[in-house]
């Protein structure tokens, strides 16, 4: 099950403070602010879907994620590239590489990060 762009929003502040009360989540979001119902709507559908629960403290509640926000955004990178690029990530990296506008350093760092995941594989 996926997220709506609002709960993903919701979600991303969640996984930054890792834990948080309502109050806490309100003032992460710039101005104007969601009102305190929307965001309370938000995490009651995001803990029915399984992805965020919260510890009742007193009369509040704190918030945490169930899902990494790596595993997250892994899901989501990997139904892309099935989705566009026919499953082949290296399709993907030559779009990702020529489509966009990345420095030569960036380029030589993603160089070295799939350098050293091939070392690491290769072990």
Known sequence: MDLSQTE?????????L???FMKDLLDEYPEPKPAPTTVATLLKRMTEKGFVEYEQMGRSRQYYPLV?????FSKHVNGLIKKFFD?????????????T????AELKELKSIVEKEIERKHQ
């Open 87 to 99: 499953n082949s990530a290296s399709q993907f990296a030559s779009f990702f590489t020529s489509e």
């Open 18 to 20: 890792e834990k948080a």
């Open 68 to 72: 990494r926000k790596s595993d997250y």
């Open 8 to 16: 993903e929003e919701l979600m991303q502040h969640l996984w930054k």
């Open 101 to 104: 506008d990345l420095s030569e």
